[in-house]
């Protein structure tokens, strides 16, 4: 509203007004004259909007590995170095438009055991390698067949994705009806099956696993406060992720569930889980990826490249003593 109209549209005070109106309508001819004399601020000084946000693009995903501290971890720096392990994450999550950098690490942690997002980084340490991944790997192909490989390179994706899950849905702004860990999974499984192509059976295999342990007893028993952990109980994991396979592609994970891996009762409603993630990642995260690069990063081989003596924990890992804990990461 410019000062002529403002003045145009001011009501005059009529004679029979009092002198408290009057006063009032000189007021408001000065308040006019204010408008009138004061000049506007130059359009280019006003702060624009776009100056002030980060700029949303893909490729932002760098990685790093730091120097074990350790001989003994010497080992698995090579082991992840030599096959290239960040590199094919930064590869899968390389279309995603994120609005700053994201740095996956690799690094000796000083004994803990641990992966973690903490913006704008993604962590994971080699002695959660060793203590989650190599010291379960298998020495032959499984009953369930599942190969030395599978149970390396599946944990590792799945536990990569999952962080890398929490990283989307913070600089994303992705709204979350649930605990953020449970929401992480599921989006960890939904990559491993979008990006394994014919190679989803193997890493979904793999990752499922890692939880092979707790199947030695058919009951467990554990401390009432295990239940308040942020994640999910390592089997209440375990089903859900054979579930939002076996919703995916019934065809090829009807495995699970023909040779008992998941009850069937579960398995009657695992299509309409798997359809609520699919719904989600397609209304709200979809949107934010490169096509072109979704494309190439659905080309990576997990296997074809894995060094023949990868096969295998190095020399210095023993497996675990006594019970193993109910909870980790």
């Not at 980060?54 to 720096?77: F, H, I, M, W």
């Not at 342990?213 to 467990?220: G, N, Q, S, V």
């Amino acid at each position: 509203m410019t000062s002529d109209s403002h003045q145009d549209k001011r009501p005059r005070a009529p004679a029979m007004r009092t002198r408290a109106a009057a006063l009032f309508a000189l007021a408001l001819a000065g308040l006019g004259a204010i408008v009138l004399t004061a000049e506007p601020a130059p359009l280019a000084a006003q702060p624009t909007q776009a100056t002030d946000e980060p700029e949303e693009r893909a490729n932002r995903v760098l990685y790093e590995y730091g120097a074990p501290k350790t001989d003994a971890l010497a080992s698995v720096y090579k082991l992840m170095t030599t096959n290239g392990c960040l590199e094919k994450i930064q590869r899968i999550f390389k279309p995603f438009k994120f609005p700053i950098d994201v740095t996956l690490r690799a690094k000796s942690c000083d004994g803990l055991e641990n992966a973690w997002y903490q913006r704008p980084d993604v962590t994971v340490c080699y002695e959660y390698i060793v203590a989650d991944i190599l010291r379960n790997v298998p020495k032959e192909t499984t009953r369930a067949g599942v190969t030395p490989e599978d149970a390396m390179v599946g944990p590792f994706i799945y536990t990569m994705a999952h962080e890398m899950g929490h990283a989307v849905f913070d600089l994303m702004n992705v709204p979350l009806f649930g605990r953020p860990e449970d929401a992480a999974d599921q989006f960890s499984a939904y990559m491993m099956l979008l990006v394994g192509k014919t190679e989803a059976r193997r890493l979904i295999g793999g990752a499922a696993y890692t939880y092979a342990r707790y199947f030695d007893a058919p009951k467990i028993t554990t401390k009432v406060t295990a239940f308040a952990d942020v994640h999910s109980s390592p089997l209440a994991r375990f089903y859900n992720l054979l579930c939002i396979a076996y919703g995916a592609d019934p065809q090829q994970f009807g495995y699970v569930v023909e040779q008992g891996y998941l009850p069937a009762d579960r398995a009657r409603g695992c299509k309409i889980e798997f359809e609520e993630i699919n719904f989600a990642f397609r209304n709200l995260i979809q949107p934010k990826l490169d096509p072109q690069m979704m494309t190439e990063a659905l080309s990576v081989d997990w296997y074809r490249e894995m060094e023949p003596r990868a096969s295998t924990a190095p020399a210095f890992i023993k497996k675990p003593q006594g019970a193993t804990p109910y909870y980790r990461r």
